[in-house]
């Protein structure tokens, strides 16, 4: 078992347990989103979260001298409730209840519960608040694929065919994470909406966390999530030098001659690369191939960009009109834009098609930054509120209502989350339902993990929805 005692929490919380009301014996906590981009959002991510809180074990004697040196003074922490002498596994003295994960819930309900199950450790609730808070993330990064995937099926079916969303967005946000562990976590909140990756960390962390084979740190241990496919960047192209560009290009194609494949095309020109080079030197190359070459362009206005180029390859390749009416490109070439990608980016290329008579099968998007780090707990203004204590044999419901800021008023009591015909879900106090009836599940009692879930039953309930 991992000592983690010196970083599980934020430094402020191991001095919260003599805050407590005198005779605290329960806290009760719950998590929500409050808004923010979204009206929905798609819960992810806590099932990993929960497999660390078991490798955890909090060693006293080391943590008391750590806190002794990291507070200004000699202050007391939860230590003073412990036996020093020996390392407690107390982060399994709790109970959490959850909506199952990959549930699209709307904003101000509550997605989750916890509470201590041991009197003594009643200040342990908001002690993991800093671990369990972390869900935000998966979260939001889920929640953002599935509204891009929204988005671009809409425009799918108004002017192509909705069969091929799932390989519309592709992850391309690994180099841009800000760690392994980052990529990991968004990279998989990414595969619930969508098949396209070149983020294999992602397979790791759900072999690790949402398979029944865990990963044991070989590569053939766990199978990869997502597909890719042969891609060129730009040192692979400006290797060559400027004056052989066709050269790189044609040597591509001669690597890859059957499948999907992709190339960087703006090294220089990507209009004379379009026109002079894909569309006529190598057009009878492209044409023969079994398999479609996907032009990326990487600088430049996104909308202007891409329009200028579907107009030379459409030009030079032809096109068919679908049934809806809409232009649809030679199924020898295709495009992806993976510069500047985001929600507004691809909605501004979309909708620039659909008004120049373009379908958008025509175009893939490669997502980066805007996927995977363009979000914070704000985004959908996640947080985690006291809600119910008990001192002894009183309990008393909590909550906060700050008069400067309407939006961070709390919720009181033990709760329930409650669908209604509509498919809303509401938050209720859990007297006001019967004992059967709520959405929230145990997954977490006394150190045990409950109702665990595969991750492709979770990708299923995404894409349903």
């Not at 671009?152 to 760690?179: A, P, Q, W």
């Not at 805007?370 to 006291?386: E, P, Y």
Request: neutral net charge.
């Amino acid at each position: 078992m991992k000592s983690k005692n010196l970083v599980i929490s934020d430094s402020y919380k191991y001095t919260h347990a003599g805050q407590y009301p005198p005779g605290t014996t329960k806290v009760y906590s719950y998590l929500e989103s409050r808004g923010g981009e979204y009206s929905h959002t798609i819960f992810f991510g806590l099932q990993a979260i929960l497999n660390e809180l078991l490798s955890i074990a909090i060693v006293p004697n080391t943590l008391k001298e750590f806190c002794r040196q990291h507070f200004l003074d000699d202050h007391k922490t939860f230590l003073s409730n412990l036996d020093i002498t020996k390392p407690y596994v107390i982060l399994n003295k709790l109970k959490i209840k959850a909506v199952p994960e990959g549930t699209r819930v709307n904003t101000n309900n509550v997605l989750m519960t916890i509470e201590n199950t041991d009197p003594q450790y009643y200040w342990l609730t908001n002690f993991v608040e800093t671990l369990l808070m972390q869900v935000w993330y998966p979260t939001t990064v889920a929640t953002k694929a599935y509204e891009i995937r929204k988005l671009i099926y809409r425009f799918l079916e108004r002017t192509g065919d909705v069969k091929g969303i799932n390989y519309k967005l592709h992850d391309f946000g690994f180099r841009g994470s800000s760690c392994f562990e980052a990529a990991s976590i968004g990279g998989a909140a990414h595969l619930l909406s969508f098949d396209g990756t070149d983020n294999l960390s992602a397979s790791h962390y759900i072999a690790t966390h949402y398979e029944d084979n865990p990963y044991r740190g070989t590569p053939l241990s766990f199978k990869p999530r997502g597909h890719s496919i042969p891609a060129t960047e730009h040192s692979t192209i400006t290797s060559w030098g400027k004056e052989n560009e066709l050269k790189a290009y044609e040597n591509f194609l001669d690597q890859y001659p059957t499948g999907v494949i992709a190339c960087v095309s703006d090294s220089y020109d990507i209009f004379k690369a379009c026109r002079e080079y894909w569309g006529g030197i190598l057009k009878d190359k492209v044409m023969s191939r079994n398999g479609t070459l996907v032009v990326r362009p990487d600088s430049g206005d996104p909308v202007q960009v891409t329009e200028e180029i579907i107009k030379i390859l459409g030009e030079k390749f032809g096109y068919i009109k679908n049934e809806k009416g809409f232009k649809v490109l030679d199924p020898h070439v295709r495009i992806i834009q993976g510069d500047g990608v985001d929600e507004k980016s691809i909605s501004d290329i979309l909708l620039n098609y659909e008004n120049l008579g373009w379908s958008a099968d025509n175009i893939g998007f490669g997502m980066g930054g805007g996927l995977l780090q363009k979000v914070n707990r704000d985004t959908c203004k996640f947080a985690i509120k006291c809600s119910y204590i008990e001192q002894g044999n009183n309990s008393r419901d909590v909550f906060k209502s700050p008069i400067t800021d309407a939006g961070k008023d709390s919720k009181r009591g033990r709760l329930k989350l409650f669908k209604g015909k509509s498919g809303e879900f509401y938050t209720v106090r859990e007297n006001e339902l019967p004992d059967n009836i709520d959405n929230l599940q145990v997954v977490y009692n006394d150190g045990k993990l409950e109702n665990k879930q595969q991750f492709d039953t979770i990708v299923s309930k995404v894409r349903q929805l």
